[in-house]
């Protein structure tokens, strides 16, 4: 030994000048102990003794001998030739004995030799045993050196076999004290060696490179985590633990203890997971051989159980402290510290494992749960100290670029909604560090923790409650523009669905928020509703100052459709971003931007329609305004489908299906009304039509089908000789519109002028009538029709205009026309084959209007019945104008005449007779009296009553009959009878009692009180009657009647018909007309 310890002090100089650093020894003094050890191995163990202390506490698992499997063990202790022994303890494979024996030892190199024994309690003996001199049972053994001994050490031993046949299992305790002369102040050599391997560490972290940092030794293999230093101070340790016999165990806990200290260090929390985790395996991983449990064993170490506990339990707490602020403590952007964060967790998770396995608590923290509080308290820390300093973060981290003379001043309050800008964009940056950082570091419990969704989980729910809180304040007062909120409401939108909308607890939920902000929004559709209606305006006025132009070479509309579909769309991209978590919210938003949509297309169709007659002058701007239109329509159905099409909101499809009737409603008055600023020119055009028709002359059927071919071909030159003028014009006309107009509008405009066209010719070919502004009066009617039937002329001089048309009259200046008042039978067929050229025409081969709606058109039947009239009998007629003219009496809003409008009443009564025999019918009447007559004259009024029967076939009997007068009085008695026969080749429904009340004027026409009509069809049905018949100013006619009216007036040389005609035009005159009052 003394040549080995000068060949080692000679070679290995570095080991020696280490410890003398380490224990800051003097050179002489170190001199002076090297010189003492010396001494002492050249003394050798002639002067050794010791005193040893050795308690035999228990065992753990001894194998059972005796049959009824369990044994009765005992210990013998020797050490030397001193032997002792235990009590024995029956039946007990864990046995406990706590038997302490001393003994003297004088040579270093003795052992102590504990042995386990099974006595045999039973008188009956094994021959084997007999044989071997053996009494008991070998149970195991454990050979130990007193060298290896030193001071108080309580210890676990495994038993060992005495030969390969042995069979052995379990363990024994054992409490062994030595006391050294002349070493009695010594400390234990495992005291010692903690000391040694602490000082070493501690002198090498400090006298390095970098202070204070531990350099871990880089080694590689099974055994690597058994070197703790680097040499020569590995060398040192492994020395004296060989020595004294230190167990490896307790080498790796005394490790662990000094990198404990230092556990901040890079690389240090990887290599002190290694640690434990091969600590834990000591403990925990017991063999078949070993029954103690992991407990036990670990009660029983060297290095105290108390003490490595409240280590394990201090570097616990340390690193949950470190991990609630794990974004301080291991930022992202150091990889190294990465390493240690993901080391850490695995650190945590072995003394998760050391409590549960070796300690064996019932239920220690699991590791992930610990992660998971730890990541949790980190969330809130953070979110606060964002929130605290959302300004300054913000300034920091993302606006590092901005000039020096930028303004810093932050927010006056959090109230302001760039302060949630800010914030959620600091958010973000968290959350994606997690996710890129951090959740690929923190990955031992993928099933329990993901580090991004918990980061997002945590923030948008500490977020999300403060953002209300701001939000319900500012629903009380609006603290920002509508425009912030909306892009404030767009980033949550982003922030929610981005990160939190697929993680727990919000997966599948539907988030609250968008309730918040369903107000903002509002607000905000109800703004930008009042900014498109101006931008709406705007965009007009510049087309009207650009005139209209095209909004580009090959389309037909102009730049404003363009602009405000443009600005709908970018608007409606707005509402589609919205979240639709909530359909209700959503609906409402989508029902207020159709309201939208509606306000805008209708001021601009308003607009239009305003401006339109200003500009149906020039024809081409008047059709882009149509094609305007249009569009509108064609832009709102695309909008439309954009919109969601079918599954669209009910209200807001109603909505947009109102804009489109409108719109069409509008187009199609606007067709009208520019088709009509050609009114005049096309009647210019139908009245020279009338003119040449008047100069056909010549016989021929009505009906072009009953015609002979050769009379045909004439016909047909006649009409196309008749059409020319209007043909011209249309053409020219239509042209230049199918250039201008979309085919949609052109097809429009087309049913249009197809109207006025038809109406035209009716009116002034067929039924020329009165010029009036407004409606034809019954006055006007008489005065003009009594004058055909009095004067009769060939031709007379009437203007344009009808009834209940929607055509405009001539005005006064209008200069005349002569009409044709009556029709030849082929000016007739030259009419109607004429009509059927006008319709090819508009047909257009397919590329106008169809033909069924031509045929079907009511202009076109009203004209074609017109002039079916024009050789109608007039017994045909006057049976067509019974029949159609049901309503005589009413005035002219279709009522019954009031009481201030009725001028008294007629009392009669009617029988109605038919003969059997001859089929014949007799109508007799009797006129009662007339009461209340409403007259007012300056003379003496002699009322009297004029009874006309109205029918068919009555030229050739009485058809008139009259009382006498009555002197002064307006309610004179009459009682007179008369009788009308009637053919037998009509019904009684075919005739009408047409009865005048009348004032007699000597030298004059007698004028007219009133009239009343009353069809015997009513009579008919029950064969008499007694009845007061109000008296009217005259009898109202619909156009059916009027056209009636109007043909018979033209039939000079038809005596019934001039009789008709007076009867049906005649009326009061409005100035005798007075209140009963007055008259009384």
Known sequence: MKERMEHTEHSRPDVFELIRSVFSVDPKLHAGYMKAVKQSVLDGTSKWSAKLSITVICAQGLIGKDKTGTSDPYVTVQVGKTKKRTKTVLQDLNPIWNEPFLFDCHNSSDRIKVRVWNEDVNSCKPLRTILSQETHEFLGMKVID???????????????????????????????????????????????????????????????????????????????????????????????????????????????????????????????STLLANINAYYAHTTATIAVSASDRFAASNFGKEKFVKLLDQLHNSLRIDLSVYRNTYP??????????????????????????????????????????????????TYQFLFDNCYELYQREFLRCESPGAPTTAPNSKDSVEFWDQLIVLIVSVIEEDKTCYTSVLNQFPQELNV????????????????????????????????????????????????????????????????????????????????????????????????????????????????????????????????????????????KFSQTIQKVLLKYAELVIVDFDNYTSSHGIACIMLNNIQQLRVQLEK?????????????????????????NVHLDDLCFRLASSLIPQIRECV????????????????????????????????????????????????????????????????????????????????????????????????????????????????????????????????????????????????????????????????????????????????????????????????????????CQALNRDGAAPGEEESFGDLSIQVDLFTHPGTGEHKVTIKVVAANNIRWKTPAMIRPFVEVNLIGPHLNDKKRQFTTKTKSNTLSPKFNETFQFILSNESEPACYELHICTKDYCFARDDLLIGVCVLPLREVAQCGSCACFLPLAAGVHLDDTGLTILRILSQRTNDEVAKEFSKLKSDCRRSEVVVDLSDSQ
């Open 146 to 272: 007193v060298r290896m001994l030193s001071g108080t050490s309580d210890l676990w031993y495994n038993l060992e076999k005495r030969t390969d046949k042995s069979a052995v299992s379990g363990a024994i305790r054992l409490q062994i004290s030595v006391e050294i002369k002349g070493e009695e102040k010594v400390a234990p050599y495992h005291v010692q060696y903690s000391c040694l391997h602490e000082n070493l560490f501690h002198y090498l972290c400090e006298h390095q490179q970098d202070p204070g940092l531990v350099k871990l030794p880089d080694v590689k293999g099974d055994n690597s985590w058994k070197v703790y230093l680097e040499e020569p101070a590995q060398e040192i340790i492994n020395e004296f633990a060989m020595r004294y016999g230190v167990e490896s165990i307790y080498q790796a806990m005394t490790h662990f203890s000094c990198l404990s200290a230092k556990y901040m260090c890079p690389g240090v929390p990887a290599a002190m």
């Open 332 to 381: 992202s952007t150091d990889y190294t510290r990465l390493k240690d964060l993901k080391s850490t967790v695995d650190l945590l998770t072995s003394i998760t494992f050391f409590r549960l396995k070796v300690q064996e608590l019932s239920s220690p923290p699991r590791a992930s749960t610990i992660v998971k509080d730890c990541v949790k308290a980190c969330m809130k820390t």
């Open 452 to 591: 991004g969704h918990l980061s997002a989980s945590i923030l948008w729910n500490l977020f999300s409650q403060d953002l209300k809180f701001v939000l319900e304040e500012h629903e009380q007062e609006m603290l920002c523009r509508n425009t912030d909120y909306m892009n404030l409401h767009f980033k949550v939108n982003e922030l929610y669905f981005k990160y939190a909308a697929h993680v727990p607890p919000y997966k599948g939920q539907i988030p609250e928020y968008t309730k918040w902000f369903e107000q903002f929004v509002m607000k905000w559709l109800s703004e930008n509703e009042d900014v498109s209606i101006e931008y709406t305006k705007s965009a007009f006025e510049r087309d009207k100052k650009d005139k209209f132009q095209k909004a580009s070479e090959h389309a037909l509309f102009s730049c404003s459709v363009t602009d405000i579909f443009t600005q709908l769309n970018q608007c409606f991209v707005v509402v589609k971003r919205l979240d639709r978590s909530y359909p209700e919210v959503f609906q409402n938003y989508v029902r």
């Open 639 to 663: 909008l439309f489908e954009v919109m969601g099409g079918d599954e669209l909101d009910h209200e807001a499809a109603g909505t947009l299906t109102s804009i489109q009737q409108k719109l």
């Open 687 to 886: 009245v020279e039509l009338s003119q040449l028709l008047s100069r056909v002359s010549g016989q021929g059927l009505n009906q072009v089908g009953f015609l002979p071919p050769a009379q045909r071909a004439s016909v047909q030159l006649d009409a196309d000789a008749i059409l020319q003028p209007l043909m011209d014009f249309l053409h020219g006309s239509l042209v230049l519109t199918a250039q201008l107009c979309e085919k949609t509008v052109l097809k429009r405009f087309l049913k249009e002028l197809w109207k006025i066209v038809i109406t035209c010719l009716e009116q002034t070919v067929l039924l020329p009538t009165l010029a009036n502004d407004k409606q034809v009066g019954i006055g006007d009617v008489s005065r003009v029709l009594l004058k055909n039937v009095t004067e009769m002329p060939s031709r007379v001089s009437m203007t344009l205009g009808s009834q209940g048309d929607r055509l405009p009259s001539q005005g006064k200046d209008t200069p005349t026309n002569e009409i044709l008042l009556n029709m030849s039978p082929k000016q007739c067929a030259v009419l109607d084959l004429a009509l059927d050229t006008i319709k090819q025409y508009f047909h257009a081969q397919g590329g106008g209007l169809r033909k069924v709606y031509l045929e079907k058109s009511r202009e076109l039947q009203s004209l074609r019945y017109a002039l079916s009239l024009y050789t109608q009998t007039t017994d045909t007629l006057i049976r067509t104008f019974v029949a159609t003219q049901t």
